[in-house]
């Protein structure tokens, strides 16, 4: 229930105003149930008096009219509540989404399998965040409510018949709990199959993807993988769902013999109450199994499922995504080591070393050495597992760069929104040179009919780390697709446009000839650093990787 109350408080605090009219809503809703009852009751009165002779046509057709205008009014009222209940929900669904996509989380998460499955948890949480507070809240002011007064009614005509009310509310109370350890068994058994599901899931809604199952005819073989994470999913969900339909009949037995109860006191009890409250009393029966079954058992019932990824979307939430770093007029390593999360192997291993503001350096080593994973270290967006890292504040362009569906300008100025574009870069890097294209117009054939290559898109990203404007660069592969003749003339442009310091990721090693230090990882290690000739003659892997690139 802890998870409830924190819930029910996150959504109170995103809006106040709506919160309390919503609920303020809902106890109206229980109060029109009283009213419709004791109405219903003062109806059946006057038609026992009308039956009698006890009272006039005239007037019974008026009691008549007044309780059909009184069903009128509250069958208005409930489709007002309806339309406010779902305008009050879109507004919250949005305030909820942002409120997850406000935090900044850490690229190293990304990293870790469990973290995933929480975060696909947690979405599904947030997207229901609504629905369940409503069904909580629902439960207190609404079906609550509803069942107190018809436990003070009852109680009025006979102490009895509270015992009908203690029986089904105990019966409920039991009935749920059995049901939510049921679901979050199968919750932990099921989120892992649920991210695999949906990764099979996007292959075949995918852009890039879509390419590839057609030239190659893979359909079948990732059809043949959906399939068995989807007989997974749901050999693993039927043992549970047996479970629950157990548990659905044992609980419909036992109200069965409640109806039984309940008919045998109304039975004994038909001499102390009127013909009005005879019937009004059976209303009332039916009432009480109804709010059962629709309230404290429908409505929970609906939720307990979702509770598991409640708590992960508040999980999310109060994680601490705060980056542990310290910032310098250097960038310093000192014996620091890193592992990736639920591994126990070293991606990197005591690493030491110190690079001034501005000094120009180069990154290289075979694939796996650690070159990326340095980079990332250098930036903050990995938190070392040993040792201590001081650093600068730095711009970067990255190898898996993101394609925005923007226009060519604003996918450069998101970077530093505050700043004008330089445009005279654009033609220095030959961006669009060929095509004389409106920079304005949408890069996606989604939005527009602009496409660009893979090379124009890695020129929009050099562009955009440039426009950052940091004191330091970073950049990881930064012309891994475009070709060597552009690639040149881009490296040349980068070493004369930034004038401050710069780490270049590559395994084009004529790219950092000239830079005033190299970097030589293996194997997670730094076995060499220093200028392209001291690397040359005394560095073995150096020579070896420079004499087959330039080859």
Not at 37 to 60: C, D, H, P, R, V
Not at 318 to 330: A, G, L, P
Not at 358 to 367: A, H, Q
């Amino acid at each position: 229930m802890n998870s409830i109350f924190k819930a029910i408080k996150l959504v109170f605090n995103l809006d106040k105003k709506m919160f309390i009219i919503n609920y303020g809503i809902f106890i109206l809703e229980s109060l029109s149930f009283v009213f419709t009852i004791y109405a219903l009751q003062f109806t059946l009165e006057k038609l026992g008096l009308f039956i009698s002779g006890n009272l006039t046509t005239s007037k019974m057709i008026i009691f008549m009219f007044l309780f059909i205008l009184v069903k009128i009014l509250i069958y208005a009222f409930r489709s007002f509540m309806g339309f406010y209940c779902e305008y009050y929900d879109l507004v919250l669904s949005s305030k909820i989404q942002k409120k997850l996509m406000d935090k900044e989380f850490l690229p190293i998460n990304f990293e870790d399998n469990n973290f995933l499955d929480v975060l696909s948890q947690a979405k599904v949480g947030a997207s229901n965040l609504t629905y369940i507070t409503n069904a909580y809240i629902d439960v207190v002011f609404m079906y609550g409510f509803n069942f107190l007064f018809l436990a003070i009614y009852l109680f009025l005509l006979s102490p009895y018949f509270v015992l009908i009310l203690i029986v089904v509310l105990l019966l409920q109370i039991l009935h749920n709990k059995f049901d939510k350890e049921i679901e979050e068994k199968l919750e932990e058994n099921i989120k892992n199959l649920r991210r695999k599901r949906e990764y099979f899931e996007s292959l075949f809604l995918d852009k890039e993807t879509v390419k590839e199952l057609k030239i190659f005819n893979t359909s079948g073989y990732f059809l043949k993988k959906f399939k068995s994470i989807i007989n997974s999913f749901c050999d693993a969900s039927e043992i549970f769902y047996k479970k629950l339909l157990i548990n659905d009949f044992r609980l419909g037995l036992l109200k069965i013999i409640c109806y039984i109860i309940s008919y045998l006191i109304i039975y004994f009890l038909k001499d102390e109450v009127n013909i009005a409250e005879f019937g009004v009393v059976f209303v009332t029966i039916r009432s009480i199994f109804s709010l059962s079954e629709e309230g404290f058992y429908g409505r929970i019932k609906e939720v307990n499922s979702l509770l598991p990824q409640l708590d992960a979307f508040l999980k999310i939430l109060e994680s601490n995504c705060e980056k542990n770093i310290t910032y310098e007029d250097d960038i310093i390593f000192e014996n620091v080591s890193f592992k990736y999360p639920n591994s126990n192997e070293y991606a990197l291993k005591n690493i030491n070393f110190k690079i001034k503001t501005n000094e120009k350096v180069g990154i290289v080593g075979v694939n796996g050495s650690g070159k990326s994973t340095l980079s990332k270290l250098v930036l903050g967006l990995y938190e070392q597992s040993e040792g201590k890292i001081k650093t600068v504040k730095s711009s970067a362009v990255f190898q898996d760069f993101v394609k925005y569906e923007l226009s060519s300008i604003e996918n450069v100025k998101i970077s530093n929104s505050q700043n004008e574009v330089d445009f005279s870069k654009f033609k220095k890097i030959d961006y669009f040179t060929e095509n004389d294209l409106d920079y304005d117009k949408i890069l996606s054939k989604r939005f527009s009919d602009v496409s660009i290559s893979q090379g124009q898109w890695q020129k929009l990203a050099i562009l955009r780390g440039l426009h950052n404007n940091k004191e330091f660069f970073v950049f990881d592969e930064p012309t891994w697709a475009i070709d060597p003749i552009v690639e040149k003339k881009i490296f040349n442009f980068l070493y004369n446009e930034i004038q401050t310091g710069m780490i270049v990721v590559t395994h084009n090693l004529s790219s950092v000839k000239q830079m005033d230090k190299i970097m030589v990882l293996e194997e997670g290690k730094i076995v060499g650093f220093d200028t392209h000739l001291n690397l040359i003659e005394n560095n073995d892997l150096y020579k070896k990787l420079w004499t087959t690139s330039t080859t």
